[in-house]
């Protein structure tokens, strides 16, 4: 029996699953590509609900057309938008969009923040 690896890229440019052997030879790949929403310039945002079901999308293809069994999946590994983020409720539902990495409208208070400590707070919150 064969074991593999699925790498996941939830990239500014698109969604990406990768399911690799051992070897590292690439099994197959999955794509998923989403709008960005720029409501105003420097803001970068995708809706989290389109981001969440992209994925799910992205799963079931790359395990349906790969020919392989989830049980067969040793590791994933998972990247995601650098320095984005999706707020979520108590029930794990976004709140809002994500807001992507390349959005810049917080700029001036990650740079606040850095000098009044309350980045180091966050940092071990997260």
């Known amino acids: 029996m064969s074991k593999y690896l699925m790498g996941i890229d939830n990239g500014c ?3 990406k699953y990768i399911i690799f052997d051992l070897s590292g030879n690439e099994i197959y790949v999955a794509r998923r590509r989403l709008p960005l929403i720029i ?33 067969d999946i040793l590791a994933i590994d998972l990247t995601g938008y650098g ?8 029930d794990g539902k976004p ?10 409208s917080t700029s001036n208070y990650l740079t606040k923040w850095g ?7 966050v940092y071990n919150l997260t």
């Open 83 to 90: 320095n984005g983020v999706c707020f979520i409720d108590k």
């Open 13 to 15: 440019s698109m969604i």
């Open 95 to 104: 709140t809002e969009n994500s807001i992507v990495s390349t959005d810049s």
């Open 39 to 71: 409501p105003q310039p420097g803001m970068t945002e995708r809706n989290a609900d389109d981001v969440w079901n992209a994925n799910i999308e992205a799963i079931s293809e790359t395990i349906n057309k790969s020919g392989i069994f989830p049980e």
């Open 115 to 121: 000098k009044n400590g309350v980045e180091q707070k």
